[in-house]
């Protein structure tokens, strides 16, 4: 049913203990989110570091953990794109080189 409303590939599994299982593509997934204007505000690229208990996946410390090349690559504000592994300059002209992006105290 869900493939014949949204479009979004299923595929059929046989485990190996002869369960049947069905997988919905995660990419046609992703994607209807990003191509619809209703849910593209609330996606989240970001990790968030919180003080209190952990209520949604981007809190957890366990992005921190990724491999960085896995996180999101860039940043932007305004016109001006930011991205990791690349020289930028702070807004007391300072230099420095961001190896990821993160969430702290509601700013980016």
Not at 28 to 35: L, P, Q, R, W
Not at 72 to 89: C, F, H, I, S
């Amino acid at each position: 049913k869900l493939q014949k409303q949204c479009g979004v590939a299923t595929q059929r599994f046989v485990s190996s203990v002869g369960n049947i299982l069905y997988v919905n593509d995660i990419a046609d997934i992703i994607g209807k989110d990003y191509s619809n204007p209703q849910t593209t505000p609330l996606l989240q690229h970001y990790p968030v570091e919180t003080t209190g208990a952990v209520t949604e996946t981007w809190e957890a410390t366990q992005w921190r953990e990724l491999p960085l090349d896995l996180l999101t690559p860039m940043y932007r504000q305004g016109l001006k794109d930011y991205y990791v592994n690349e020289l930028a300059e702070l807004h007391h002209q300072e230099l420095v080189i961001p190896v990821m992006w993160i969430v702290h105290n509601g700013h980016l």
